[in-house]
Protein backbone atom coordinates (compact mmCIF):
# COMPACT_ATOMS: atom_id res chain seq x y z
CA UNK A 1 0.00 0.00 0.00
CA UNK A 2 1.44 3.32 -1.11
CA UNK A 3 1.49 5.84 1.68
CA UNK A 4 1.51 9.40 1.22
CA UNK A 5 2.68 10.80 4.45
CA UNK A 6 1.72 10.34 8.24
CA UNK A 7 0.34 13.11 10.53
CA UNK A 8 0.95 12.75 14.89
CA UNK A 9 -1.82 14.79 16.12
CA UNK A 10 -1.46 15.57 19.94
CA UNK A 11 -4.57 16.14 21.65
CA UNK A 12 -5.31 17.03 25.18
CA UNK A 13 -9.15 16.22 26.48
CA UNK A 14 -10.00 17.14 29.85
CA UNK A 15 -11.32 14.07 32.08
CA UNK A 16 -14.92 14.69 34.08
CA UNK A 17 -13.82 14.10 36.62
CA UNK A 18 -9.89 12.88 38.65
CA UNK A 19 -8.79 9.16 38.02
CA UNK A 20 -6.73 7.63 40.64
CA UNK A 21 -4.99 4.70 40.60
CA UNK A 22 -2.72 2.83 42.88
CA UNK A 23 0.38 4.77 40.29
CA UNK A 24 -1.16 8.30 40.46
CA UNK A 25 -3.81 10.60 39.36
CA UNK A 26 -5.06 11.47 36.15
CA UNK A 27 -7.19 14.35 35.39
CA UNK A 28 -6.81 14.73 31.80
CA UNK A 29 -5.97 12.37 29.08
CA UNK A 30 -2.96 13.69 26.69
CA UNK A 31 -3.70 11.33 23.20
CA UNK A 32 -1.10 10.95 20.58
CA UNK A 33 -2.67 10.09 17.05
CA UNK A 34 -1.64 8.85 14.27
CA UNK A 35 -3.21 9.44 10.97
CA UNK A 36 -1.57 7.77 8.14
CA UNK A 37 -2.67 8.82 4.39
CA UNK A 38 -2.78 6.78 1.37
CA UNK A 39 -4.35 7.63 -2.26
CA UNK A 40 -7.22 5.54 -1.52
CA UNK A 41 -8.36 5.75 2.31
CA UNK A 42 -6.77 7.57 5.76
CA UNK A 43 -6.27 5.26 9.15
CA UNK A 44 -6.38 6.04 12.59
CA UNK A 45 -4.56 4.93 15.49
CA UNK A 46 -4.52 6.14 19.24
CA UNK A 47 -1.58 5.67 21.12
CA UNK A 48 -2.47 4.65 24.51
CA UNK A 49 0.86 5.77 26.49
CA UNK A 50 0.40 7.94 29.33
CA UNK A 51 2.09 10.86 30.24
CA UNK A 52 4.70 9.55 32.86
CA UNK A 53 6.56 6.33 32.65
CA UNK A 54 4.27 5.02 35.97
CA UNK A 55 1.72 2.49 34.53
CA UNK A 56 4.80 0.99 32.19
CA UNK A 57 7.73 2.31 30.78
CA UNK A 58 6.59 4.18 27.67
CA UNK A 59 5.14 8.08 27.87
CA UNK A 60 3.51 9.78 25.21
CA UNK A 61 6.21 12.24 24.65
CA UNK A 62 8.35 9.00 23.75
CA UNK A 63 6.43 7.26 21.76
CA UNK A 64 5.53 10.29 19.70
CA UNK A 65 10.13 10.83 19.42
CA UNK A 66 10.43 7.06 18.21
CA UNK A 67 7.46 7.01 15.97
CA UNK A 68 9.01 10.52 13.93
CA UNK A 69 12.79 9.17 14.29
CA UNK A 70 12.31 5.37 13.46
CA UNK A 71 9.55 3.59 13.61
CA UNK A 72 7.77 6.01 10.77
CA UNK A 73 10.95 5.74 8.68
CA UNK A 74 11.62 1.99 8.99
CA UNK A 75 7.73 1.45 7.67
CA UNK A 76 7.34 -1.59 5.41
CA UNK A 77 10.56 -3.50 6.84
CA UNK A 78 10.57 -5.28 9.57
CA UNK A 79 9.65 -3.30 13.05
CA UNK A 80 10.82 -5.59 15.78
CA UNK A 81 14.36 -4.97 15.46
CA UNK A 82 13.50 -2.35 17.84
CA UNK A 83 13.09 -2.98 20.65
CA UNK A 84 9.50 -2.31 23.30
CA UNK A 85 7.96 0.82 22.36
CA UNK A 86 5.13 -1.89 21.89
CA UNK A 87 2.43 1.16 21.99
CA UNK A 88 3.72 3.31 20.07
CA UNK A 89 4.06 -0.08 17.36
CA UNK A 90 0.46 -0.67 18.23
CA UNK A 91 -0.49 3.05 17.52
CA UNK A 92 1.25 3.09 13.64
CA UNK A 93 0.43 -0.70 13.40
CA UNK A 94 -3.48 -0.13 13.85
CA UNK A 95 -3.25 2.91 11.86
CA UNK A 96 -2.28 1.60 8.19
CA UNK A 97 -4.51 -1.47 9.05
CA UNK A 98 -7.06 1.29 9.21
CA UNK A 99 -6.20 2.47 6.27
CA UNK A 100 -6.52 -0.74 4.66
CA UNK A 101 -9.35 -1.83 5.49
CA UNK A 102 -11.20 1.28 4.72
CA UNK A 103 -9.62 1.03 1.42
CA UNK A 104 -11.18 -2.63 1.00
CA UNK A 105 -14.25 -1.88 2.79
CA UNK A 106 -13.89 -4.24 5.54
CA UNK A 107 -14.71 -3.96 9.46
CA UNK A 108 -11.88 -4.53 11.84
CA UNK A 109 -14.21 -6.60 13.79
CA UNK A 110 -14.73 -8.66 10.50
CA UNK A 111 -11.32 -9.00 10.14
CA UNK A 112 -10.04 -9.99 13.35
CA UNK A 113 -12.56 -12.88 13.65
CA UNK A 114 -15.41 -10.67 15.97
CA UNK A 115 -18.14 -12.93 16.69
CA UNK A 116 -20.56 -10.83 18.35
CA UNK A 117 -22.58 -7.51 17.46
CA UNK A 118 -22.02 -5.86 21.07
CA UNK A 119 -19.91 -6.80 23.98
CA UNK A 120 -20.72 -6.31 27.68
CA UNK A 121 -19.44 -3.01 29.46
CA UNK A 122 -17.37 -3.15 32.56
CA UNK A 123 -16.30 0.26 34.51
CA UNK A 124 -12.95 0.61 36.23
CA UNK A 125 -13.29 2.63 39.66
CA UNK A 126 -10.71 4.91 40.82
CA UNK A 127 -9.14 5.39 44.52
CA UNK A 128 -11.60 7.83 46.34
CA UNK A 129 -11.06 9.90 49.21
CA UNK A 130 -13.70 7.87 51.67
CA UNK A 131 -16.04 4.79 51.10
CA UNK A 132 -19.13 6.97 51.14
CA UNK A 133 -18.09 8.69 48.13
CA UNK A 134 -16.95 5.08 45.52
CA UNK A 135 -20.75 3.62 47.00
CA UNK A 136 -21.80 6.74 45.57
CA UNK A 137 -19.63 6.48 42.32
CA UNK A 138 -20.86 2.44 42.08
CA UNK A 139 -24.23 3.24 42.78
CA UNK A 140 -24.41 5.80 39.71
CA UNK A 141 -22.45 3.20 37.37
CA UNK A 142 -24.46 0.49 37.92
CA UNK A 143 -27.71 2.84 37.48
CA UNK A 144 -26.12 3.31 33.83
CA UNK A 145 -26.08 -0.16 33.53
CA UNK A 146 -22.53 -1.26 33.74
CA UNK A 147 -22.33 -5.19 34.34
CA UNK A 148 -19.21 -5.20 36.15
CA UNK A 149 -17.45 -3.12 38.58
CA UNK A 150 -13.91 -2.99 38.96
CA UNK A 151 -12.45 -1.56 41.96
CA UNK A 152 -8.86 0.26 41.90
CA UNK A 153 -6.76 -0.55 44.87
CA UNK A 154 -3.75 -0.43 47.03
CA UNK A 155 -2.05 -0.40 49.99
CA UNK A 156 -5.13 0.87 52.12
CA UNK A 157 -7.71 0.86 50.21
CA UNK A 158 -8.53 -2.74 49.67
CA UNK A 159 -10.77 -4.96 52.22
CA UNK A 160 -12.46 -2.26 53.37
CA UNK A 161 -14.03 -0.90 49.76
CA UNK A 162 -14.58 -4.33 48.59
CA UNK A 163 -16.18 -5.30 52.00
CA UNK A 164 -18.24 -2.25 51.31
CA UNK A 165 -19.29 -2.84 47.58
CA UNK A 166 -20.33 -6.06 48.88
CA UNK A 167 -22.39 -5.44 51.49
CA UNK A 168 -24.01 -2.55 49.76
CA UNK A 169 -24.58 -4.02 46.31
CA UNK A 170 -24.80 -7.86 46.94
CA UNK A 171 -22.84 -10.69 46.33
CA UNK A 172 -24.01 -11.41 43.08
CA UNK A 173 -22.43 -8.55 41.49
CA UNK A 174 -19.78 -8.54 39.20
CA UNK A 175 -16.62 -7.54 40.92
CA UNK A 176 -13.02 -7.26 40.63
CA UNK A 177 -10.12 -5.49 41.39
CA UNK A 178 -6.99 -4.24 40.25
CA UNK A 179 -3.89 -3.32 41.81
CA UNK A 180 -1.47 -1.89 39.32
CA UNK A 181 1.38 -4.21 40.69
CA UNK A 182 1.04 -2.08 43.93
CA UNK A 183 2.24 -5.17 46.45
CA UNK A 184 4.55 -7.62 47.01
CA UNK A 185 4.55 -11.38 47.85
CA UNK A 186 4.97 -10.59 51.53
CA UNK A 187 1.30 -9.13 51.19
CA UNK A 188 0.08 -12.42 50.52
CA UNK A 189 -1.70 -12.86 54.17
CA UNK A 190 -3.37 -9.42 53.43
CA UNK A 191 -4.53 -10.57 49.63
CA UNK A 192 -5.96 -13.74 50.58
CA UNK A 193 -8.00 -11.23 53.10
CA UNK A 194 -9.97 -10.31 49.84
CA UNK A 195 -10.87 -14.35 49.01
CA UNK A 196 -14.05 -14.11 51.45
CA UNK A 197 -15.51 -11.45 48.76
CA UNK A 198 -16.45 -13.86 45.67
CA UNK A 199 -14.39 -11.77 43.11
CA UNK A 200 -13.80 -12.63 39.56
CA UNK A 201 -10.10 -11.77 39.60
CA UNK A 202 -6.96 -9.85 41.12
CA UNK A 203 -5.60 -7.74 38.88
CA UNK A 204 -2.07 -7.65 38.60
CA UNK A 205 -1.15 -7.81 42.63
CA UNK A 206 2.63 -7.86 42.02
CA UNK A 207 5.62 -6.10 39.87
CA UNK A 208 5.31 -6.42 36.34
CA UNK A 209 8.63 -8.44 35.94
CA UNK A 210 7.71 -10.79 39.17
CA UNK A 211 5.78 -14.24 36.71
CA UNK A 212 7.48 -16.14 39.19
CA UNK A 213 6.43 -14.18 42.37
CA UNK A 214 2.88 -14.64 40.95
CA UNK A 215 2.87 -18.09 40.36
CA UNK A 216 4.10 -18.50 44.17
CA UNK A 217 0.73 -16.03 45.11
CA UNK A 218 -1.40 -17.85 43.22
CA UNK A 219 -1.02 -21.04 45.46
CA UNK A 220 -1.83 -18.47 48.65
CA UNK A 221 -4.94 -16.80 47.58
CA UNK A 222 -8.05 -18.57 46.13
CA UNK A 223 -9.50 -15.33 44.20
CA UNK A 224 -8.03 -16.07 40.28
CA UNK A 225 -4.76 -14.01 39.22
CA UNK A 226 -5.15 -12.08 36.00
CA UNK A 227 -2.36 -10.15 34.87
CA UNK A 228 -1.77 -6.52 33.25
CA UNK A 229 1.37 -4.92 33.10
CA UNK A 230 3.43 -8.62 32.74
CA UNK A 231 1.55 -9.62 29.40
CA UNK A 232 3.89 -7.84 26.97
CA UNK A 233 3.38 -10.36 24.12
CA UNK A 234 2.03 -13.54 23.23
CA UNK A 235 5.59 -15.41 24.67
CA UNK A 236 4.98 -13.36 28.12
CA UNK A 237 1.64 -14.82 28.28
CA UNK A 238 2.70 -18.49 26.92
CA UNK A 239 5.24 -18.21 29.99
CA UNK A 240 2.55 -17.10 32.93
CA UNK A 241 0.08 -19.75 31.62
CA UNK A 242 3.22 -22.23 31.94
CA UNK A 243 4.03 -21.28 35.59
CA UNK A 244 1.05 -21.09 36.82
CA UNK A 245 1.31 -16.99 37.22
CA UNK A 246 -2.37 -16.06 36.27
CA UNK A 247 -5.41 -18.07 35.12
CA UNK A 248 -6.98 -14.94 32.99
CA UNK A 249 -5.66 -12.36 31.18
CA UNK A 250 -6.35 -8.47 30.17
CA UNK A 251 -5.53 -7.93 26.59
CA UNK A 252 -4.85 -4.17 25.64
CA UNK A 253 -3.70 -4.28 22.04
CA UNK A 254 -1.52 -1.03 23.16
CA UNK A 255 0.25 -2.83 25.45
CA UNK A 256 1.22 -5.90 23.59
CA UNK A 257 2.42 -3.89 19.98
CA UNK A 258 -1.24 -4.33 18.56
CA UNK A 259 -4.05 -5.66 17.35
CA UNK A 260 -2.29 -8.68 15.79
CA UNK A 261 -0.47 -9.58 18.77
CA UNK A 262 -3.55 -8.71 21.10
CA UNK A 263 -5.41 -11.43 18.63
CA UNK A 264 -2.01 -14.14 18.82
CA UNK A 265 -2.83 -14.26 22.61
CA UNK A 266 -6.02 -14.48 22.18
CA UNK A 267 -5.72 -17.48 20.38
CA UNK A 268 -3.16 -18.93 22.43
CA UNK A 269 -5.10 -18.34 25.59
CA UNK A 270 -8.42 -20.06 24.14
CA UNK A 271 -6.06 -23.24 23.57
CA UNK A 272 -5.15 -23.39 27.18
CA UNK A 273 -8.46 -22.09 28.44
CA UNK A 274 -7.40 -18.97 29.83
CA UNK A 275 -10.47 -16.48 30.41
CA UNK A 276 -9.66 -13.34 28.40
CA UNK A 277 -10.90 -9.60 28.68
CA UNK A 278 -10.27 -6.19 27.01
CA UNK A 279 -8.91 -3.73 28.75
CA UNK A 280 -8.88 0.27 28.85
CA UNK A 281 -6.03 3.21 28.76
CA UNK A 282 -9.07 5.68 28.76
CA UNK A 283 -9.18 6.04 25.24
CA UNK A 284 -10.43 8.12 23.29
CA UNK A 285 -13.52 6.56 21.00
CA UNK A 286 -10.84 6.23 17.80
CA UNK A 287 -9.09 3.58 20.58
CA UNK A 288 -12.12 2.35 21.96
CA UNK A 289 -13.95 1.27 19.11
CA UNK A 290 -10.70 -0.67 17.73
CA UNK A 291 -11.28 -2.13 21.49
CA UNK A 292 -15.26 -3.37 21.13
CA UNK A 293 -14.08 -4.87 17.48
CA UNK A 294 -11.38 -6.75 19.61
CA UNK A 295 -13.73 -7.65 22.66
CA UNK A 296 -16.15 -9.34 19.98
CA UNK A 297 -13.78 -12.35 19.36
CA UNK A 298 -14.91 -15.98 21.17
CA UNK A 299 -12.44 -15.98 23.94
CA UNK A 300 -13.15 -12.68 25.27
CA UNK A 301 -15.77 -14.39 28.00
CA UNK A 302 -15.37 -11.92 30.53
CA UNK A 303 -16.65 -8.19 30.06
CA UNK A 304 -13.82 -5.94 29.75
CA UNK A 305 -12.76 -1.92 30.72
CA UNK A 306 -14.79 -1.01 27.62
CA UNK A 307 -16.80 1.84 28.65
CA UNK A 308 -18.86 4.26 27.32
CA UNK A 309 -17.22 7.68 26.49
CA UNK A 310 -19.53 8.91 29.03
CA UNK A 311 -17.03 7.40 31.30
CA UNK A 312 -14.37 9.73 31.04
CA UNK A 313 -15.31 12.42 28.55
CA UNK A 314 -18.37 14.85 28.15
CA UNK A 315 -17.13 15.14 24.75
CA UNK A 316 -15.40 11.95 22.73
CA UNK A 317 -13.82 12.54 19.50
CA UNK A 318 -15.90 10.23 17.82
CA UNK A 319 -19.85 10.10 18.46
CA UNK A 320 -20.20 8.68 21.98
CA UNK A 321 -20.21 5.17 22.52
CA UNK A 322 -23.54 4.59 24.75
CA UNK A 323 -24.36 1.68 26.56
CA UNK A 324 -27.44 0.10 25.59
CA UNK A 325 -28.44 -2.50 27.77
CA UNK A 326 -24.96 -2.70 29.74
CA UNK A 327 -23.81 -3.21 26.23
CA UNK A 328 -21.76 -1.54 23.52
CA UNK A 329 -22.12 -1.85 19.89
CA UNK A 330 -19.78 -3.10 17.81
CA UNK A 331 -18.79 -0.46 14.70
CA UNK A 332 -19.90 -2.06 11.99
CA UNK A 333 -18.42 0.15 9.12
CA UNK A 334 -14.93 -0.58 7.10
CA UNK A 335 -11.83 0.03 9.40
CA UNK A 336 -12.09 0.98 13.10
CA UNK A 337 -16.21 1.93 12.15
CA UNK A 338 -16.20 5.84 13.74
CA UNK A 339 -13.93 9.07 12.89
CA UNK A 340 -13.22 11.80 14.86
CA UNK A 341 -15.63 14.53 14.61
CA UNK A 342 -13.61 17.60 12.61
CA UNK A 343 -14.95 20.04 15.02
CA UNK A 344 -14.27 18.52 18.10
CA UNK A 345 -10.95 17.36 16.97
CA UNK A 346 -9.88 20.90 15.88
CA UNK A 347 -10.94 22.49 19.42
CA UNK A 348 -8.81 19.51 21.63
CA UNK A 349 -5.74 19.52 19.01
CA UNK A 350 -2.61 20.77 20.76
CA UNK A 351 0.07 20.38 18.12
CA UNK A 352 0.26 18.12 14.60
CA UNK A 353 3.14 17.37 12.71
CA UNK A 354 3.46 15.70 9.02
CA UNK A 355 6.02 13.34 8.06
CA UNK A 356 5.34 13.09 4.80
CA UNK A 357 7.28 9.51 2.93
CA UNK A 358 7.36 10.00 -0.91
O1 LIG B 1 -10.16 2.76 29.91
O2 LIG B 1 -11.57 2.44 31.53
C1 LIG B 1 -10.43 2.56 31.12
C2 LIG B 1 -9.28 2.47 32.10
C3 LIG B 1 -9.28 1.15 32.77
O3 LIG B 1 -8.31 0.82 34.88
C4 LIG B 1 -8.10 0.99 33.71
N1 LIG B 1 -6.88 1.01 33.18
O4 LIG B 1 -4.37 -0.92 34.80
O5 LIG B 1 -6.11 -1.53 33.78
C5 LIG B 1 -5.38 -0.64 34.19
C6 LIG B 1 -5.69 0.82 33.97
C7 LIG B 1 -4.53 1.54 33.32
C8 LIG B 1 -4.75 2.97 33.04
S1 LIG B 1 -5.02 3.88 34.47
C9 LIG B 1 -4.73 5.52 34.13
MG1 LIG C 1 -4.82 -3.02 35.02
Request: aromatic share 6%.
Amino acid sequence: MKIDGIELRRVAMPLKAPFRTSFGVATSRDVLLVRVVTPDAEGWGECVALPEPRYNAEYVDGAAEVLRRFLIPALGRDLAVFKGHRMAKAALETAVLDARLRASGESLGHFLGAERARVPSGVSVGIMDSIPELLDAVEGYLAEGYVRIKLKIEPGWDVAPVRAVRERFGEDLPLQVDANAAYSLSDAPHLAGLDDFGLLLIEQPLADDDLVQHARLAGRVRTPICLDESIDSAAHAAAAITLGACSIVNIKPGRVGGYLEARRIHDLCRAHGVAVWCGGMMETGIGRAANVALAALPGFTLPGDTSGSSRYFATDLTAPFELADGHLAVPAGPGIGVDPEPDVLSEVTVSTEWIPLT
